[in-house]
C-alpha cells in the first residue's frame, strides 16, 4: 500500500500479481485545516488498508483453491483390504486419482460396522486431503451404538457410487412358494411357522423382512446368522425356510437349488434383472444399502466441487464397473444433493425399525 501525492489528490493504488488494480482517489480539500485533512487521510489509508488485505485474502484462498490437490488424498474405508468394497473402492479412487493429479491412498480403518473410520474423518481437517467412506452399516451404527458423530450433520456429501439392489430373500427350490405373494399368504396363513434367516441382528436384510412381515400383517422367527455365508448354510441345510441376504446364494440360484423371490431395492439388480422388486409386486416396503464418498463438514466448495466432478467422472472407468460387477454390487451415482438425501431417508429408516424391535442403544 503507498500514498503518494497527484496534484490536489492523493491516489492509493493496490497492485496484486500483476493484474489486479484497485485504485481510490482521497480527495484532499485545501481549505479544511491540516489537522482535519490529517484526520480524513489517516481513515482513508485505514480503510485502503483493510481493503488491501480483503483482496490479498481472497485472491490467495483462490489460489490455493486452484492448484487443490497438491498432495496425496488419504481415503478412511471402513472395511478389511481384499474384502468385496475394498476391491470395488481401489479401482474406483484410482480412477479419481488420475483426473485430480494425485494418488488417493486407501486407510483401511475397520471395526464397530465401520463406524471407527467416521469417528476419525470427523476429526479430520476439512482440508480435501481425507475423505471417507458411508455406508448403511455406518448410518445404522449410529442408532445401535454410541457413536460420537451425526451422519446427516458432521459430514460433506461427495458421490454415491454403489447401490446393494441385489439383497432379497431366497427360498430352496423344492419349496411350494414360487412368488413373494405365495410365501406370503403361507406365512399369513400360519402365523410363526416360517423361520428364516439373515447375515446378523439389525442388517438391512433382518429390517426389510421384519417391515415387510409389519406390511402385511405376517409374523415370521428371524434366525440370526453369524454372516452371509452362514444364513446360507442354514437354508441349505434346511434348519430355516428363508434367507434374506446379500447375493452369495448367486450360484445356488443360477444353478436351481434356490428361488430368490424378490430384491429390496428401489430399482432391479443388474445381476438379476428379471426378479422383481417388492416394489414392483405392490408393497410399500423399499431398503437400500449405498456407497459413497464424504469429507468431514465444512469442506470449503471449490474443493467439494473438484472431488466430486472428479468421482462423477470415476463412475465410466472400465475396471470400476467390472469388479463392481463381479461382486453383484451395482454401480449407482449420485450427486451429493442426492447422497445427503439418500442417508436423511435410510437414517430416518433405520432409526424407526431400531425403535420399534428393541435394538436401539442403551
Not at 488491501?52 to 483453491?65: D, E, N, P, V
Not at 476391491?87 to 479412487?93: F, L, M, S, T, W
Not at 426378479?275 to 469442506?299: C, E, H, Q
Amino acid at each position: 500500500l503507498s500514498g503518494k501525492p497527484f496534484g490536489n489528490s492523493r491516489c492509493d493504488i493496490l497492485f496484486f500479481n500483476k493484474n489486479i488494480f484497485v485504485s481510490k482517489i482521497f480527495e484532499v480539500n485545501p481549505t479544511k485545516s491540516k489537522e482535519e485533512d490529517l484526520k480524513k487521510s489517516n481513515i482513508n489509508s485505514i480503510r485502503a488498508r483493510g481493503f488491501l488485505c480483503l483482496i490479498l485474502a481472497l485472491s490467495w484462498t483462490g489460489f490455493a483453491f486452484a492448484e487443490y490437490p497438491e498432495k496425496p488424498i488419504t481415503l478412511l474405508l471402513g472395511w478389511p483390504a481384499g474384502g468385496n468394497t475394498d476391491i470395488i473402492v481401489r479401482p474406483y479412487a484410482d480412477a479419481a486419482a488420475k483426473i485430480l493429479g494425485q494418488p488417493i491412498l486407501i486407510l483401511n480403518k475397520p471395526g464397530a460396522a465401520t463406524s471407527l473410520s467416521l469417528v476419525q474423518l470427523k476429526s479430520e481437517k476439512p482440508d480435501g486431503y481425507t475423505i471417507g467412506y458411508i455406508t448403511g452399516s455406518s448410518i445404522l451404527m449410529q442408532h445401535m451404538q454410541s457413536v460420537p458423530y451425526d451422519v446427516n450433520q458432521d459430514f460433506t456429501p461427495i458421490a454415491r457410487f454403489l447401490m446393494w439392489n441385489c439383497m432379497g430373500v431366497a427360498v430352496r427350490g423344492d419349496s411350494p412358494w414360487k412368488s413373494i405373494q405365495d410365501f406370503v399368504a403361507y406365512a399369513r396363513a400360519n402365523p410363526g411357522k416360517i423361520k428364516y434367516t439373515s447375515p446378523s441382528t439389525g442388517n438391512p436384510n433382518h429390517m426389510a423382512m421384519e417391515i415387510l412381515g409389519k406390511e402385511t400383517g405376517v409374523k415370521w422367527v428371524h434366525v440370526p446368522g453369524k454372516n452371509c455365508q452362514d444364513a446360507l448354510t442354514m437354508l441349505l441345510g434346511k434348519h430355516v425356510d428363508a434367507s434374506s441376504s446379500d447375493p452369495c446364494w448367486k450360484p445356488h440360484v443360477q444353478e436351481g437349488r434356490l428361488r430368490l423371490l424378490a430384491t429390496w431395492g428401489k430399482d432391479r439388480s443388474q445381476t438379476f434383472p428379471e426378479v422383481p422388486t417388492l416394489v414392483d409386486m405392490g408393497y410399500k416396503t423399499s431398503v437400500i444399502s449405498l456407497g459413497g464418498i464424504i469429507a468431514p463438514r465444512g469442506l470449503p466448495a471449490p474443493i467439494a466441487d473438484k472431488l466430486q466432478k472428479a468421482f462423477r467422472e470415476a463412475m465410466k472407468n472400465e475396471e470400476f464397473k467390472r469388479v463392481a460387477q463381479s461382486v453383484d454390487i451395482d454401480v449407482s451415482y449420485n450427486s451429493p444433493e442426492g447422497l445427503a438425501k439418500d442417508v436423511r431417508e435410510l437414517n430416518a429408516q433405520y432409526q424407526q425399525f431400531v425403535n420399534e424391535f428393541g435394538l436401539a442403544k442403551k
